[in-house]
Each structure stands twice: as structure tokens, then as C-alpha cells.
């Protein structure tokens, strides 16, 4: 699934594609996968083409909220969490200071995947 999240945010030109494993520090799922997008409109466009690829291509339905503002929408598949943020936003919040080792630096997907 995570790859399958990873090429639908590709292809919908997502930016700044960051994941995090969180397996062993949490229990709120396995995965964390922020990324940007340039403007509401994109941000929500991204959010809505994830979702409906999990629902039909994985039959993974998810919960999403934020949508509608477009500023920081996040998907949530259980397992899977997804955070779609315009850049301003992603700034302020710096979700990924919070849940990466102090010593590691964000990681692009096509590197870790």
C-alpha cells in the first residue's frame, strides 16, 4: 500500500515527498507520508486522487479531513497516515522535526521506498 501511496502522490505531482516509519513508536500506524502541494486547490486535487485510488485500485477505504480549508488535508488508512500540506502551512506545523530521530534528515521516498 505504501508504494501504491507513494506513485498516486508522484503522480499527482505532489512535492517534497517525505515518509517516516513510525513501526516501534507508535501505535497510530505504520507509516507517515507528508507532502506538498502549491496552492489549496492542488493540495485538495492530491487528496482526492489518493483516496479514490485506495478505495478502488486497493479497495482501502479511509477516513479524510481538511479538504474543504485545502490547507493541510490528512488521509488516514489505518495503517497509513497522510499528510498533504500547502508549504506554508507544512513550515509552521514541521511534523517532520516531531517524528523523525533528531539525527536523521528527511528522506525522499525514491530513496527509501
Not at 52 to 76: F, H, Q, T, Y
Amino acid at each position: 500500500m505504501l508504494a501504491g501511496i507513494l506513485t498516486s502522490l508522484d503522480e499527482s505531482k505532489a512535492e517534497d515527498i517525505v515518509q517516516i516509519d513510525l513501526r516501534g513508536k507508535t501505535s497510530i500506524g505504520d507509516f507517515m507520508v507528508i507532502c506538498s502541494g502549491r496552492s489549496s486547490r492542488q493540495v485538495a486535487s492530491i487528496a482526492e486522487k489518493l483516496v479514490e485510488m485506495l478505495k478502488n485500485d486497493l479497495g482501502r477505504p479511509s477516513k479524510i479531513e481538511g479538504k474543504e480549508a485545502g490547507d493541510w488535508v490528512l488521509i488516514d488508512t489505518g495503517d497509513i497516515i497522510v499528510h498533504v500540506f500547502r508549504p506554508e502551512v507544512r513550515e509552521f506545523y514541521q511534523l517532520e522535526k516531531m517524528w523523525q530521530p533528531a539525527t536523521a534528515a528527511a528522506s525522499p521516498h525514491q530513496q527509501s521506498s
